[in-house]
């Protein structure tokens, strides 16, 4: 199991503002239809069992479930896994929140699932390695795996540490630490040594003043990575 207690307790605190749209979150809420997008493009959510891997409140969670997806999400976080229940009651969805980690999912429910979305999360585990590596064991031979997390370079410590945290204010202060951010090719390495094949890259950016959102293929900040379980 790869975890890091600090990251967990800081997504305690921010899980009773996770669903104010105006709020700490609002780039997750802005960004998320174009996550959904990129999923919806590459699989046929009605009916598909989707695992949503370090879900935090669910904000992808119950799109992918208000999509007709069948979905089971894990979080470590236990204030994030209540405020995912509580706001899935209000939304009339049925999700199974299980505040579990994958490494124990993957024991119990081996190859079970058709796709695994885990965003925004890579980059908050001290091996990320180990949670691909969870990942591969869950999904169904030939199951799709989608990622999003922010590369190391000049760029994303000027945009997502320096200006979202520090002059924009838009996340809170440590949100992010730049060594854990993670090089397209880190991940393809590590994709590759769980029998897990890169297909697609995409950039994912985001305008903090029109609260735009949108997908190029420039991958030098934020990021959606699409992969397939091979063997
Ligand atoms: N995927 C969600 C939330 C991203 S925030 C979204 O994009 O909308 C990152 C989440 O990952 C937090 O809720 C945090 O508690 C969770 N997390 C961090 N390390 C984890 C781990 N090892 N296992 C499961 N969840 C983890």
């Not at 307790?9 to 996770?18: C, G, I, L, N």
């Not at 058709?114 to 001290?126: G, K, N, R, S």
């Not at 090719?185 to 897990?196: A, Y």
């Not at 890259?201 to 379980?229: I, M, Q």
Request: hydrophobic share 40%.
């Amino acid at each position: 199991m790869s975890v890091d207690a600090r990251e967990i307790a800081k997504f305690d605190e921010q899980a009773a503002s996770w669903w104010d749209r105006n709020g700490p979150s609002r780039a997750l809420h802005d960004l998320n239809p174009q996550r959904l997008a990129f999923v919806q493009e590459r699989l046929q959510l009605k009916g598909a069992r989707v695992l949503d891997l370090g879900c935090g409140g669910g904000i992808l969670s119950e799109a992918l479930a208000a999509a007709g997806a069948e979905v089971t999400a894990i979080d470590l976080s236990s204030e994030q896994i209540d405020i995912a229940r509580l706001h899935a009651m209000e939304s009339g969805l049925e999700i199974e929140y299980l505040k579990q980690s994958s490494s124990d999912l993957a024991r119990e429910r081996p190859q079970h699932f058709d796709a695994i979305t885990c965003m925004e999360m890579l980059e908050h585990v001290p091996d990320p390695e180990a949670i691909l590596a969870d990942c591969r064991a869950l999904l169904k031979p030939e199951g799709k795996l989608f990622l999003s997390t922010i590369n190391r370079g000049p760029r994303s410590f000027a945009l997502a540490i320096v200006a979202a945290e520090h002059v924009l204010r838009l996340l809170p202060k440590g949100t992010h630490r730049y060594s854990l951010f993670l090089k397209p090719s880190e991940i393809d390495r590590g994709l590759r040594r769980h029998g897990l094949a890169l297909r697609t890259l995409e950039g994912l950016h985001y305008d903090p003043f029109g609260r735009r959102a949108w997908r190029n293929s420039d991958v030098g900040v934020n990021y959606l990575a699409y992969a397939e379980r091979v063997e």
